[in-house]
């Protein structure tokens, strides 16, 4: 079946420093992928929704200076978290849906953050 | 607006049955996803349904009416790793996702 590879799945970074995260479709093509960030026992928060070739479209309240979302390839999206905080410690998620139609999103194992 | 209630938790015995509910209002409809998350872990896909009536895969079926904005999953001689959350999702007009906040499922031997 469809994969999505998510990497790295656990990552522990110095405040200040930037983090990139990275999600590929392994055996499909993705124009459309999203991000979704999850704190402990509450539900999938959407980030943004990125498409292949133009800008991510950032959820209100989501600092797109601080979640750079780059989508430049059909199987590629990464997720860079600049100047990190102990407070953007979390589990990221990305997913991707298949271009053709009423395929199910597919989601990656999911990035833990830790940011000390 | 648009809307994906379910219930919070519910709690089910080994070998039972358990029927998670689903009710939604969206801007326009494109299918109805349902997906199980384990602690820790990303969500990974169950089932889908664009059309109404049930669709059975194994253990699991899930259910949709659309005019009723109802849909529900059904989990068959449970086990003890079923339990985890059970998130219902819907697509709306313009493919976006709208999640449901999850229902925790808690199996008792």
């Known amino acids: 079946g469809a994969v999505v590879s998510q990497h790295p799945s656990w990552v522990i970074c110095k405040s200040g420093t930037s983090v990139k995260i990275e999600c590929r479709s392994l055996d499909f093509q993705a124009t459309t992928m999203f991000w979704y960030r999850q704190f402990p026992k509450q539900s999938l928060m959407l980030m943004a929704t990125?498409?292949?070739?133009?800008?991510?479209?950032?959820e209100q309240g989501v600092e797109k200076d601080k979640f750079l979302i780059n989508h430049a390839s059909l199987t590629l999206s990464t997720l860079t978290v600049t100047s990190a905080h102990p407070e953007d410690s979390s589990f990221y998620i990305c997913?991707?849906?298949?271009?053709?139609?009423?395929?199910?999103?597919?989601f990656g194992n999911g990035t833990r953050l830790t940011v000390t | 607006g648009q809307n994906i209630d379910q219930p919070t938790e519910m709690t089910a015995t080994e070998g039972a049955i358990v029927q998670i509910n689903c009710t939604y209002q969206t801007s326009g409809f494109n299918g109805l996803f349902w997906y199980q998350q384990h602690a820790g872990e990303a969500p990974t896909f169950l089932s889908y349904?664009?059309l109404d009536g049930l669709e059975e895969k194994g253990r699991f079926s899930s259910f949709l009416s659309r005019s009723k904005g109802y849909s529900y999953l059904l989990l068959k001689e449970l086990q003890m790793k079923d339990s985890a959350s059970y998130l219902c999702?819907?697509?709306?007009?313009?493919?976006?996702?709208?999640w449901g906040a999850g229902t925790k499922l808690i199996i008792k031997p």
């Open positions: 349904n664009v």
């Open positions: 997913s991707a849906k298949d271009s053709r139609d009423n395929s199910p999103l597919h």
């Open positions: 999702a819907v697509m709306d007009s313009n493919y976006q996702l709208i």
């Open positions: 990125s498409n292949e070739g133009s800008k991510a479209t950032y």
